[in-house]
């Protein structure tokens, strides 16, 4: 992932990729008693570690390093050329390869948060202070026929101790013109809406690209934002025309209990999705050498029983707006990158408050999230991203409990992350390039608000700093 972008999505983006695998947010939702919950328990999606996009398999095929497609040499944010490489369907490159395109790839770190968690954050961990090995994963990166490619991940959660699918996605790509114009057209398969998308300022791939699976994250989170990631199945259809206009889309369709088991999801995590969740995209580019922008919109629809038995539904219409700047100096060895998102969801929770587990039947939820990030010679990044959460007020679905309630019923949480990370390796000049690919950094996320409030927001005694996040992590890929 990769995530994504949580493997790139270059990979990167792990948790990145929801960012990836099964992870402490897939956790949650397995306990939830409904759709509702089940959503709501989704951390946000830039606070969750998203599987990686850039996989060693793709360096193999193409003959260059990662760095030709990934902002900072190994990782998940995308250049130009790692934009049209996905967008072409993973089949560039004629370098001759003498195995498979698979590659392998482990993320972990260190977790100390500014006050111990009343619980453990998973089995076999402490309250505070852990060591951990987050993700193993293994991937199949590369082109299978001419206009086919592919970008697989399996991950096996070293917090769940279980091996289950990761992200998906399986690409046909061609090219085609009309008069003056021309147009890359295909068809993406894909198991998580936006784990397809060309921008990191979508949630499957967006910043902080990894993150800490073992501290306290905000309750709640939008459902195109992971919350039925790895749980459906779907088909997009896109085209990109002039290398300007891109257009996308497609539906998903929710996979059974016994699909799910046998991927290794389990069945607990179904959220029964009800027919088609229909899922659009649009963006306009501009590439002037240095300088590229962006600015797009997507949406999803998704409709839910869950209880199979009650006639009630809970539907969720989620739109989102986004905007990619990315400047690069000409000797590659200055570049600037910023992305924004922001989300809105309307919520009919009809199901939830028959079954008691909304205290309204009508609510909203809306994220926004900004980063910047600074890389000098693909080698030294430094980057600061902003979040905030807001919506309705609903007792049924944020009550008081230790950590990750809240007293008042509220969703609304902010906070600000910062990091540094040193990239050895994953450049032309690397060692053991491109078999070799490590990325080594520093992350601290603080809250000014964590599910309602900033004192006592629990109902337990628990500040909203109390969840600030030290994490020095690893990123090695090969």
Not at 162 to 184: C, E, K, M
Not at 326 to 335: I, K, N
């Amino acid at each position: 992932m990769v995530n994504n972008n949580e493997g790139m999505n270059m990979l990167c983006e792990t948790r990145s990729v929801e960012q990836a695998g099964v992870d402490r947010n897939r956790r949650t939702r397995g306990r939830g008693l409904g759709v509702a919950a089940y959503a709501i328990a989704c951390s946000l999606i830039y606070l969750s570690s998203n599987s990686a996009q850039a996989v060693p398999s793709f360096a193999r095929q193409t003959g260059k390093p990662c760095a030709q497609c990934h902002v900072v040499a190994y990782g998940v944010a995308l250049t130009a050329y790692g934009r049209q490489f996905k967008l072409n369907g993973y089949v560039w490159g004629d370098a001759k390869e003498e195995i498979p395109p698979l590659a392998l790839m482990a993320q972990g770190g260190f977790t100390h948060t500014s006050k111990d968690q009343v619980d453990q954050p998973a089995p076999h961990f402490a309250t505070n202070d852990n060591l951990s090995v987050d993700q193993v994963s293994a991937f199949y990166g590369g082109r299978i026929t001419k206009n086919v490619g592919a970008f697989v991940q399996v991950t096996y959660s070293g917090e769940d101790r279980v091996t289950s699918w990761d992200n998906l996605d399986i690409r046909f790509a061609n090219t085609a013109s009309f008069g003056d114009h021309s147009l890359v057209y295909g068809v993406s398969v894909n198991n998580s809406p936006t784990v397809q998308d060309l921008w990191n300022s979508t949630p499957a791939w967006a910043y902080p690209y990894i993150g800490s699976e073992l501290a306290a994250t905000p309750a709640a989170g939008t459902m195109i934002a992971g919350g039925i990631g790895q749980l459906v199945l779907g088909a997009t259809a896109y085209t990109m025309i002039d290398d300007h206009l891109y257009l996308e889309a497609g539906a998903y369709r929710g996979l059974s209990n016994h699909w799910l088991k046998n991927l290794g999801v389990g069945s607990d995590a179904n959220p029964h999705m009800d027919g088609l969740s229909p899922y659009w995209r649009a963006a306009w580019q501009m590439d002037f050498t240095q300088h590229y922008f962006s600015v797009g919109a997507y949406g999803l629809n998704s409709k839910f029983q869950p209880d199979p038995a009650a006639p009630q539904e809970d539907k969720f219409n989620d739109v989102g707006f986004d905007a990619t700047y990315q400047f690069t100096t000409d000797d590659a060895r200055h570049s600037v990158s910023a992305n924004f998102n922001v989300i809105h969801e309307k919520q009919t929770l009809d199901a939830s408050f028959a079954a008691g587990d909304s205290a309204s039947n009508s609510n909203h939820l809306n994220t926004v999230s900004l980063d910047v990030t600074y890389a000098y010679q693909q080698t030294w990044a430094a980057s600061a991203g902003l979040f905030n959460t807001s919506g309705s007020t609903d007792m049924g679905l944020y009550a008081p409990d230790p950590v990750g309630g809240s007293l008042t019923g509220s969703p609304d949480s902010r906070g600000y992350i910062l990091m540094l990370e040193y990239v050895p390796f994953g450049k032309l000049e690397s060692y053991a390039r491109p078999w070799l690919n490590v990325r080594l950094g520093l992350q601290y996320t603080g809250y000014t608000r964590f599910n309602g409030g900033d004192s006592n927001y629990d109902g337990f005694g628990r500040s909203a700093s109390d969840n600030n996040t030290l994490f020095g992590f690893f990123w090695v890929a090969m």
